[in-house]
């Protein structure tokens, strides 16, 4: 069974930094898609950043110039750098792979920005 284990969340002042992990049980290019998503209070979960197995990152609109995804293979690891933080931004940040159709989720890592 595939697992994702996300760490990196915490609480951060408005306009701070934080850098978020997603470690993967087994080697990353296995996969077609890394994505990230969050979830934040009373809101449905959105997609914040994609990375393919061919390298092309995508952002959402929202976050675009201020996230940055990544990733590590020799560490089977998956990055969100996250830059210029908001209140907005304020949420549970989830980390996403999928092979074909098979999809899997991490638990989560809470990032609160707040003053």
């Known amino acids: 069974q595939v697992q994702l284990l996300e760490s990196g969340g915490g609480l951060v002042q408005p306009g701070g930094s934080l850098k978020l992990s997603c470690k993967v049980s087994?080697?990353?290019?296995?996969?077609?898609?890394m994505r990230w998503y969050r979830q934040g209070p009373g809101k449905e979960r959105e997609l914040v950043a994609s990375?393919?197995?061919?390298?092309?990152?995508e952002y959402a609109e929202f976050v675009k110039g201020r996230f940055t995804i990544s990733k590590d293979g020799a560490k089977n690891t998956v990055y969100l750098q996250m830059n210029n933080l908001k209140p907005d931004d304020t949420a549970n940040y989830y980390c996403?792979?999928?092979?074909?159709?098979?999809?899997?989720w991490g638990q989560g890592t809470q990032v609160t920005v707040s003053s």
């Open positions: 996403f792979a999928n092979i074909l159709s098979r999809h899997f």
């Open positions: 087994e080697n990353i290019f296995n996969f077609n898609t």
């Open positions: 990375l393919t197995v061919g390298e092309r990152s």
